[in-house]
């Protein structure tokens, strides 16, 4: 008997699928353990392997055979949904030459690796040329799926990380949040400043030490070590693939608490990336639902729960053994005070989460304005400190703390920033829903039991896939669309008490 269309179809995504895990565990190992001297020679393997998954995509019979798959009347709803999004990628692949696929890879990871040299030395002059070339390239490849798909330059590059969002939409939202933000955030810091000092538990805190810490914090939440580990890089990430799934964090011997929120962030990640449909491994619809969705699983676990009071019952007493504390500074309700603590800093992925929105929407918009042509790139660091002193009131001493300490524009990932913010706000709105829904949730925090959560994650959004739009789902599961006041509200109870 002959295979369907649609059947050819999904044979030529476990392909794309299984060449896609290899290219991500290549680049969790390039980010994590790889020698500097052989960055020429990975990028030019993640690049070969690009190619090819590109040129299965745009194979001369792909649209027949969509053709041919769309006229059947067996598929169900998950298989329907599956030829839709390959349809969608179909057409975003078909846009970009392979040649520019290649050079784009390529010139990301030649720029990737001279970034992290000249981060460390602060050096933005010494990247700049490398960072000139992926900016270009990522200019002329969103050029071509924006004409394509007859979509803004922006909105283009966005849609490779957010399906279906619009800049158009994000903008007011971002804008409500900049003319809200400066008032609560002095609101904020009058109160904390009016409370008893914080004490600082203290160090040196042994790197091993931590990081048995994380580790014992993870297996609570639920992660599996037999399908993924956790490692060191210069930048806290999480990748690989659903069921080799790779975390990295930084250490720092002074303060443990950076670390620790960094792994319980990328435990968030890999919960939703382990949860994933079975059945759909290395197909579109059984890939995670966007950007937004994936830092709303990080954010809940990392800000919604894991900067608990109720979390900290738990992990106060634990942390204390760990590092051999003595005194008041170990207890519950300091730690709490601590991990919530507010403050005007330079880095974002160590902002708190009052802070943390503004860190976005600054990088939302210098990118639109780079993408959009509005700013030269060489102006970067000055307009960088810009807004950074407009929004926070702070000006980095240095572009190492300022434009430099992110990797994603130097690794090729423009349009991803405005996820963080959208993810914060989903992550409220579902843990909301969730502790609503089951009560057990809430009552299990202090104890450190996590597995009515997951359960309740798995069951409602991780396993859902990209079955439907996140906004569809989202609405499923919480009962509305996306509301930014659900967001605010949770700032204001956990900060203004």
Not at 362 to 380: F, H, S, T
Request: net charge negative; with cysteine.
């Amino acid at each position: 008997m002959s295979q369907s269309a649609y059947s050819k179809l999904e044979n030529r995504y476990n392909r794309l699928g299984l060449l896609g895990e290899a290219g991500d565990v290549l680049h969790w190992d390039s980010a994590a353990i790889m020698p500097a001297g052989a960055a020429k020679a990975r990028g030019e393997q993640i690049a070969e392997l690009k190619a090819i998954s590109h040129n299965l995509i745009i194979a001369p019979d792909t649209s027949d055979l969509i053709d041919a798959a769309s006229q059947q009347s067996d598929l169900n709803q998950w298989q329907q949904s599956n030829l839709n999004l390959i349809r969608h990628h179909w057409t975003r692949a078909t846009a970009i030459p392979e040649d520019l696929v290649v050079a784009l890879s390529k010139a990301c990871s030649e720029c990737e690796a001279v970034w992290r040299d000249a981060r460390a030395k602060n050096d933005f002059k010494r990247v700049l040329p490398y960072m000139e070339t992926v900016l270009e390239l990522i200019k002329q490849s969103g050029t071509a799926v924006a004409e394509k798909l007859n979509l803004p330059l922006y909105d283009a590059l966005l849609g490779e990380f957010e399906p279906g969002a619009r800049s158009a939409e994000i903008d007011p939202v971002f804008d409500d949040l900049t003319d809200w933000f400066p008032n609560f955030l002095d609101d904020v810091l009058a109160a904390q400043d009016a409370r008893p000092a914080i004490r600082i538990p203290k160090g040196p805190f042994a790197i091993d030490v931590q990081r048995e810490l994380g580790i014992k914090f993870m297996d609570a939440l639920g992660f599996d070590f037999n399908y993924g580990r956790l490692d060191i890089s210069l930048h806290p990430f999480c990748g690989g693939t659903p069921d080799d799934v790779r975390i990295t964090t930084r250490y720092d011997e002074d303060d443990f608490t950076s670390a620790l929120m960094g792994v319980l962030h990328e435990t968030g990640h890999a919960m939703y990336e382990r949860g994933l449909p079975i059945d759909y491994r290395r197909q579109p619809v059984g890939n995670a639902l966007g950007m937004s969705m994936h830092e709303s699983q990080s954010l809940l676990v990392e800000m919604q729960v894991c900067r608990s009071s109720e979390f900290l019952e738990y992990a106060a007493p634990l942390a204390k053994k760990a590092f051999n504390g003595t005194g008041s500074a170990w207890g519950a309700d300091n730690l709490y005070r601590l991990y919530t603590k507010v403050e005007r800093g330079f880095i974002r992925v160590d902002a708190d989460e009052v802070t943390y929105p503004a860190h976005v929407i600054l990088r939302y918009q210098l990118e639109k304005a780079l993408i959009n042509g509005e700013m030269k790139l060489a102006d970067l660091p000055q307009a960088w400190n810009k807004k950074m002193q407009d929004m926070l009131g702070i000006t980095p001493p240095t572009d190492t703390l300022g434009c430099m300490q992110d990797i994603h524009w130097y690794d090729g990932a423009w349009g991803y920033f405005p996820t963080y913010t959208l993810g914060a706000m989903t992550a409220a709105q579902i843990f909301q829903a969730a502790s609503q829904a089951k009560p057990a949730i809430n009552a299990g925090i202090p104890k450190g039991d996590f597995k009515p959560l997951m359960a309740w994650l798995r069951s409602n959004i991780h396993s859902s896939g990209s079955l439907m739009p996140a906004s569809e789902l989202l609405t499923k599961t919480t009962g509305h669309t996306l509301d930014p006041s659900v967001f605010k509200d949770h700032l204001k109870r956990r900060y203004l008490p």
